[in-house]
């Protein structure tokens, strides 16, 4: 028996999923979390399973995870839905419920935060509103786990007796006469197309073109729905879509009115309605913003996380050098020793003691959403975004870019229009991915131990300021299209949930591990192996005679005007498309140091402006391999995802030029 979970963004869907499931699915504060649906068994009801969808506000679909929502409702046929319902929106929850129903499927409705409602003074009669919708309504809680067995018995119930909504007419007048007059017309068709025929004359009545041409509709029928629409149009003096959201919002009215006694503003409430007066603010709004992410960026890299980083890191060092001393004395073969300690202890050690770095760096950021903060940022940063074409929708991927380049690019979904998306996808990589955190801590500690923190956040600023740039350019040179209006729901603030930060930082910190004890091992095995050995694989003294020696000089010169055509740095730089740690990583095999170490072996290699090149080079260049991979499924093209490839190393190899020269100019 499968169960789909359908409601609005926000309504609480993934909670009530996790609830029933056991699972651990990240639940956000914020619209729009829920990119791809998840399924789980229920927890006590062997074979029953549940199906967390993305959040949808009606059944038109606007965006392609409304459309993977709608589609799984219409094809995969759940034997039952559960609307949820955020019973504190209820008026607008309820407009997405009245489509549901028309679906003609089992259904109950889950009337969710209850609690909320309650602790403010609300009232809903659940059992009338039952009775007006025709459909079973139970009140639950899924935060505080009210009512979870209620709901899942009435949902059973309803499936396996296949009971269906009991009302489907919600009105009288025009729009009523105009939806039976279609679905007479179309009867035949839907019952072809296998979609309900109400549901699908109310789209028809609505227009939509795609269930237009899923029920292949000839020039007949077409001209028989258009006449109906023109009537109820006339009729009702109001355009079609507009004549039926009317009728759909007057009778949520109407039922709300019996049934709903309105919360007053809670004391949350009134502050959250104050802070907004700032946080929202039309002038201050953007300033706010940069100022609390210049205090989340000053905090992570000059308050607690590089500190904690460098007593991680010393500590790495210092059990490395116990444990190479320890293999010495055993006596242990001297090209094991050195892969032990010049391979693996060098470059997965150097990764890991960046670990604070980027944790303290989500720990803030989670904190920012989980309040409720970051969905303001998206809706004062509509207007900024929507000078390059894009819109405060393509925050939220830019935004988990800082994370890592993979999910943003898959978060890109959520925007409807195509042309947006595209842009979206081309700029998160823009936003410099947490595993970029190791560059840049490295290189500071070296050349910039004064200011570690400003040329820290100057890199963040910089490659957001290019991204902003680059999606002008191709704002300018693709063709327009009429970008989607943006709605967000602002959630109210509220203290963030100790256990939603925790386990985000448990995520990233596990993903983080995970990372560099896979691909970084690897990577680093590999590069002592070709770093120690010459073709004839004999090992050698210095590496710079090694195979990665060789082919590292091949291409060095190429970066030879960036101040950096050192064979190592390139060698770094190579490796650094795996995964953007392993540029750390290489250097510390390849100069034979760990950790703590590493910043004074750097001062042989690079000069300071070649440095702040080479930072540059990083924050720019090409995402790593996961990144381009997923990027080419997004855009669903080898060459489209090249073509950002390529474009994203000519940017930085300009960039890193520019900086380089004007930093010779102020390092001389
Ligand atoms: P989704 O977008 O529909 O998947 O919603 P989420 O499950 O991500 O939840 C949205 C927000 O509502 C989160 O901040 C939850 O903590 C909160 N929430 C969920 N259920 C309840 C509830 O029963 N009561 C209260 N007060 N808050 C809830
Ligand atoms: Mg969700």
């Known amino acids: 028996m499968i169960l789909a979970l359908a409601g ?29 649906r998840k399924s789980g068994i229920v927890r006590g009801y062997k074979g029953v399973t549940a199906v967390d969808l993305p959040g949808v506000y009606s059944l038109r679909p606007y965006s392609p995870e409304e459309k993977a929502a709608r589609d799984f409702i ?123 025929s109400r549901f699908a004359a109310a789209r028809l009545a609505e227009g939509d073109g795609p269930m237009e041409k899923a029920l292949a509709l000839n020039a007949g029928e077409l001209g028989a729905v258009s006449r109906a629409a023109a009537l109820m149009e006339h009729e009702t003096g109001l355009d079609r879509s507009a ?154 991927p830019m935004l988990i870019g800082f994370g890592c380049t993979v999910p943003a690019v898959m978060a890109a979904r959520t925007i409807p229009t195509e042309r947006e998306r595209k842009m979206a996808i081309l700029l998160t990589p823009f936003m410099s991915c947490s595993a970029k955190l190791p560059i840049y801590a490295v290189f500071t500690a070296a050349f910039f131990r004064q200011n570690r923190a400003a040329v820290m956040i100057l890199l963040y600023i910089f490659g957001m300021a290019a991204g902003l740039l680059c999606g002008a350019a191709l704002n300018k040179f693709t063709p327009r299209e009429n970008l989607s209006p943006f709605m967000i729901e602002l959630p109210g603030y509220r203290m963030p949930s100790v256990k939603s930060v925790l386990m985000l930082m448990r995520d990233k910190a596990w993903d983080f591990i995970r990372r560099a004890c896979t691909v970084i091992l690897l990577a680093s095995v590999v590069i002592w192996f070709l770093g120690s050995f010459n073709y004839q694989f004999v090992m050698v003294e210095d590496s710079a005679f090694s195979l990665l020696g060789t082919l590292g000089r091949f291409i060095a010169p190429l970066f030879a005007p960036l101040g950096f055509g050192e ?89 890193a030029f520019i900086v380089y020269r004007i930093a010779m100019m102020f390092f001389v």
């Open 74 to 196: 219409l094809n995969a046929a759940p034997d039952a839905i559960i609307n949820i319902v955020d019973a504190t929106n209820i008026e607008r929850n309820l407009y997405l419920t009245l489509q549901l129903i028309e679906l003609g499927k089992p259904m109950v409705i889950a009337l969710n935060m209850m609690d909320a409602v309650r602790g403010n003074g609300g009232r809903i009669a659940a059992k009338r509103l039952s009775e007006e919708l025709g459909v079973t309504v139970v009140p639950i809680s899924a935060a505080k786990r009210e009512g979870l067995d209620q709901l899942m018995a009435a949902a059973v119930s309803a499936a396996a007796g296949k009971r269906l909504p009991k009302r489907l007419d919600f009105c009288g007048g025009a729009c009523l006469r105009c939806i039976h007059s279609i679905a007479g017309t179309v009867e035949s068709r839907a019952a072809i197309a296998n979609i309900p």
């Open 243 to 396: 004549a039926l959201a009317d009728m759909r919002y007057s009778f949520i009215e109407e039922i709300c009115a019996r049934t709903v006694k309105k919360p007053v503003y809670s004391k949350g409430q009134e502050r959250s309605i104050r802070a907004d007066r700032l946080l929202t603010h039309k002038i201050l709004a953007l300033p706010v913003f940069f100022i609390i992410m210049f205090f989340v960026f000053f905090m992570t890299f000059a308050v607690i996380g590089v500190p904690l980083s460098n007593l991680l890191g010393g500590g790495i060092s210092a059990l490395a050098l116990g444990i190479d001393r320890a293999l010495a004395d055993f006596g242990l073969n001297p090209a094991l020793r050195s892969l032990l300690t010049d391979g693996v202890f060098s470059g997965v050690g150097t990764v890991l003691g960046f670990l604070p770095v980027v944790l303290t760096l989500f720990f803030f950021l989670s904190v920012m959403e989980d309040s409720g903060y970051m969905a303001r940022v998206a809706f004062v940063t509509d207007k900024l975004l929507r000078g390059i074409g894009l819109s405060g929708r393509s925050f939220v």
């Open 567 to 655: 064979w190592r740095a390139a060698t770094a730089l190579i490796t650094g498309f795996a995964a953007k740690e392993a540029v750390v990583s290489t250097l510390a095999v390849l100069t034979g140091n760990a950790v703590s170490a590493l910043p004074d072996a750097l001062g042989g290699i690079f000069t300071p402006p070649a440095a702040l090149g080479f930072l540059v080079f990083t924050l720019l260049y090409t995402p790593c391999i996961a990144a381009v991979a997923a990027m080419r499924r997004e855009l669903g093209s080898a060459v489209s995802a090249a073509r950002v490839v390529l474009l994203q190393c000519v940017i930085a190899w300009a960039a």
């Open 8 to 36: 609005n963004q926000n309504s609480g869907k993934t909670t009530l999923f996790n609830r029933l499931t056991g699972a651990n699915q990240h639940v956000g504060n914020f619209p729009g979390v829920t990119v791809e």
